[in-house]
């Protein structure tokens, strides 16, 4: 496997549209889509950041803070290699994404290109 790169970052909060606000306002990121409890912005290198309220479902596993998401372009043998070295995956997979536990445990991404 090799990551070529960021392309997500999600963050989890009580805070979500603050830290939403504070995204588009301040730093200026979009454009942004958002939705009940989500709110994701796509940026122009096309990476994403994704902020998630706590009630959102699905994404409970979202708790040592930003998650980053590492590219890779084969996403099945990437998962395949994280499993082959005994790292945890955790949540389900998504259409182009899997989180997983790193060591001290840190949660991470990989995410299709």
């Known amino acids: 496997m090799q990551a070529s790169g960021l392309g997500w970052l999600g963050i989890r909060s009580t805070e979500h549209e ?9 730093l200026g990121l979009g ?3 958002p939705e009940e409890g989500m709110t994701v912005f796509d940026l122009a290198d096309g990476s994403q950041v994704e ?11 979202l708790v040592t803070g930003p998650v980053p998401g590492f590219w890779v372009d084969d996403l099945p043998a990437a998962t395949a290699e994280l499993v082959r070295h005994g790292v945890p995956l ?3 997979p998504g259409p182009s994404w899997q989180h997983f536990r790193a060591p001290g445990g840190l949660v991470l991404e990989l995410k299709a290109r």
């Open 18 to 26: 603050a830290i939403s606000a504070l995204l588009s306002t301040v």
């Open 31 to 33: 454009p942004q889509r």
């Open 51 to 61: 902020v998630f309220d706590t009630a959102y479902p699905g994404k409970e596993h």
């Open 90 to 92: 955790l949540g389900r």
